[in-house]
């Protein structure tokens, strides 16, 4: 007679896989998280070699979806849709929107096994609020559109923050993102918003090249993205001012701009174009 338990532990030792690294771990890592594993340190060491600024990109992009979130909040949205969510790291977007609008509802979705096994962090929802989460890949938009979780909490004929922040620099043209990216927001009603980041060569384009290729040789895959090929990602959308920006220029806050005094937050070291745009 076997033992289930000892089943379900080889099951999702095998679905973590922990022997390969995963771009949610390898974020966490950046960000001081302790949801890593060896794997996942060893590309982030090899990556930082590369190019220095990882974990400066990895906090003002953090800081940047904070001050976004809570931008669409005040702009009176009640429903989010966070696709590549990464390991929970408090303030989570429902922590943060819902402190503007405590009613808000919020589904997760990401493709690393390890993040839901997190995700309960996820779904500490305030009172009047809900949270879900769910295992779902980028790739598969529709999976994510039928899913009960979010036919369970949102209501997609009213509008939604569709939130996808640095997600889509691990996509490589032959996954095709902007389809991917035009097929979700073909889904929401007009009114709701696109909250969307992604890593840029532009301002230091030998050392990006570097660390794609360090990527690419640890096993993972990534594309990088010139700003007008991430101002593309944003068609038939109202971009909100000020348009696609580097992370610390988009309505910084007091934290952000001590970190730009001290030249923490540089082009350089945060490379990377954000933006916000309003469904018509």
Known sequence: MSDHSDDTAVDMAERLNL???HSARVYDYFLGGKTNFAADRAVAEHLLEAFPGFRTAAQSNRMWMHRAARYVAEQGITQFLDIGTGIPTSPN???VVQEIVPEARV???DNDPIVLTHSRALLVSSPVGKTAYLEADITDPQAILDSEEVRTVLDMSKPVALSI???FHYLPDETKPYELLQQLVDALAPGSY???SHCTPDF???MWEQAIQVYKADGGDAQVRSKEEIERFFTGLELVEPGVEVPY???PDAETERLVDNET???VSCSLWVGVAKKP
């Open 194 to 196: 696109l909250i969307f």
């Open 19 to 21: 022997s390969v690294p």
């Open 93 to 95: 977007l429902h922590e």
């Open 107 to 109: 589904v997760y979705a």
């Open 204 to 206: 230091a384009p030998e």
């Open 165 to 167: 922040v640095g997600v």
């Open 249 to 251: 220029k988009w309505h």
């Open 265 to 267: 937050f540089t082009d």
